[in-house]
């Protein structure tokens, strides 16, 4: 079996990147409407577009419904944890076929011309996507994957799926190579605009290397002794607030180029998403009496009132609701012009200003122009806190590094109103910065909250904690870092149900592989137990 290509673009790069269907796994097909010679530079556009959709926080990407598994948002696909072989289709293909396969053919096209710095970026970008896939599926087929872009290379049509643990392994050398051939200076050619993440900056991707090594090494630390590879990673170039990896839409809609999430929540009429229940009322919750000054951006309110909504299944003033797991009268009712929608952060949606919009929002009603982030500074940051306390045993540092993570979450909100200019006239309203001295009240309180909790574990909750929220729309690592920490605990994995909500299944571990590669490749291992087939480096 081939597979067949279908488009999977965004209309802005006018480029194909796309496959459905398997008959001989992971190959690249020859397709007389599809040039099978494509020009390198055309190449690297094309991955970093499928990255940001594959991985991104969208109907077709992990993070939307890793994000939904983490009681974040509320989405029908995962409403249940009931997974199959087929939740997880678009985002498997996409990885491997969009994503992967045309950033295999940048290192060998660049390896052939010796263009060393598109080789270099292309296998930070290969290293990045290979430990995403193994933080959600485990064992995936890597060493003996991508070979069909290869013209001499062994055609292997069944890859054996290796051992996660041995993926991991070799990321780290991929990585080291990446960093090594980004510092030659023999290189043929540069890299420039084609580059949409960060414009051909070799410094930049050399920071985002030795960052990627530093999270993969904190995500291990329960499975290995990590301090010698971590006392040095710490004094490297790690990226900073200019510096946060990232896949960057547009406004534009006639092509569509917006946030492929803002599409799917705010232009299609048929809503994505809601909010979870459980995420609202921590973020309402987690700062005692003052509720989270990011709720206005995390989430948009339509319903105009503050009377009872006859439609809601679950609702707190203006915020409205299906609860996961439901059982009442109301769990399947059309609210799709009252339920409370995902905001400017992270999606470019609206800012919540208190009016709402009593016809419900539409494509014309926010710009939908905010980037995917993938690690970002103030993940690094998080990252740093994490390892000082469990790892290296530096309280001092720990919490140094854990304010200024909160900090620099607050700062990326205002960032985004700066860049993004979501203050468009066209929409009659007005996004304000956070205020410093909010900012500042709230590190404080966080600091509070760090520094009254005791032991190590206690501490390592509340920097979790800050972490998921602050993670909203990179739901891969929210649902990592909860396997990896347990942190922070969430209802229908290990707290009991909210009232009116049932049990629906045990929290998985993993994903479920896709069932047609399963059939179709006799080197396939068996679909696991997603329940109790846990990710080598889970606790």
């Avoid at 290192?107 to 970026?121: D, L, P």
């Avoid at 917006?258 to 599409?263: E, L, S």
């Avoid at 530096?394 to 200019?421: E, L, P, W």
Wanted: proline fraction near 5%; aromatic fraction near 10%.
């Amino acid at each position: 079996m081939k597979i067949s290509k279908i488009p999977v673009t965004l209309a802005l790069l006018g480029v194909l990147a796309g496959g459905a269907g398997c008959e001989k796994f992971l190959d690249v097909n020859t397709d007389p409407i599809n040039p099978v010679d494509v020009n390198i530079d055309l190449l690297m556009t094309t991955t970093q577009t499928a990255m940001g959709i594959y991985l991104g926080h969208n109907v077709l990407g992990l993070s939307q419904y890793t994000s939904a598994l983490m009681q974040q948002i509320i989405n029908g696909r995962v409403g249940t944890y009931g997974l199959t072989g087929e939740t997880f289709n678009n985002s498997w293909q996409g990885l491997y076929i969009s994503t992967l396969s045309n950033n295999e053919a940048i290192i060998e096209k660049g390896t052939a011309t010796n263009a060393w710095t598109h080789v270099g970026v292309a296998q930070i970008q290969k290293a990045h996507v290979v430990s995403q896939m193994v933080d959600m599926w485990g064992d995936i087929p890597y060493s003996e994957a991508l070979r069909g872009s290869q013209t001499s290379a062994t055609n292997f049509n069944a890859p054996r799926f290796d051992d996660d643990a041995e993926i991991y392994a070799d990321l780290f050398r991929l990585i080291d190579e990446g960093i090594a051939n980004l510092q030659r200076t023999d290189a043929s050619r540069p890299l420039g605009g084609d580059d949409l993440i960060y414009g051909g900056n070799r410094d930049k991707w050399i920071r985002l290397g030795n960052t990627l090594k530093l999270k993969l090494y904190n995500q291990v630390r329960l499975v290995q002794d990590v301090r010698a590879q971590v006392t040095p990673l710490l004094a490297q170039n790690l990226i900073t607030a200019a510096d946060d990896f990232e896949f960057r839409f547009s406004t534009g809609s006639g092509p569509e180029n917006r946030h492929p999430g803002f599409q799917g929540d705010y232009a299609g009429s048929g809503r994505e998403n809601g909010v979870n229940r459980f995420f609202y009322d921590l973020m309402r919750t987690t700062g005692g009496a003052t509720p989270d000054p990011r709720i206005p951006y995390y989430f948009f309110n339509q319903y105009t009132l503050n009377t009872p909504s006859a439609i809601a299944d679950y609702q707190e003033g203006r915020f409205i609701t299906v609860q996961f797991g439901s059982n009442g009268p109301q769990a399947n009712t059309n609210n799709a012009n009252v339920r409370t929608l995902q905001g400017l952060y992270p999606i470019g949606g609206r800012y919540d200003n208190g009016a709402g919009l009593a016809a419900g929002a539409t494509g014309a009603s926010a710009r939908g122009n905010v980037p995917q982030r993938f690690i970002t500074f103030f993940a690094r940051k998080f990252i740093e806190a994490e390892l000082q306390l469990m790892v290296l045993g530096n309280q001092a540092a720990a919490r140094t590094a854990f304010s200024d993570a909160v900090t620099a979450s607050f700062n990326k909100i205002n960032s985004i109103i700066t860049t993004t200019n979501p203050q468009d006239a066209a929409q009659s309203y007005t996004v304000p910065q956070i205020p410093a001295a909010t900012i500042t009240a709230y590190v404080t309180a966080a600091l509070a909250r760090y520094d009254a909790a005791v032991g190590d574990e206690a501490k390592l909750n509340v920097i979790m904690t800050e972490k998921y929220i602050a993670n909203y729309g990179t739901g891969t690592d929210v649902y990592t870092d909860y396997r990896r920490t347990g942190y922070p605990r969430i209802p229908y994995s290990d707290l009991p149900a909210y009232p009116g909500t049932v049990q629906t299944g045990a929290f998985p571990v993993r994903l479920t592989y896709r069932n047609n590669d399963l059939l179709t490749n006799q080197n396939a291992p068996a679909q696991p137990n997603v329940t109790t087939d846990k990710v080598f480096w889970d606790r």
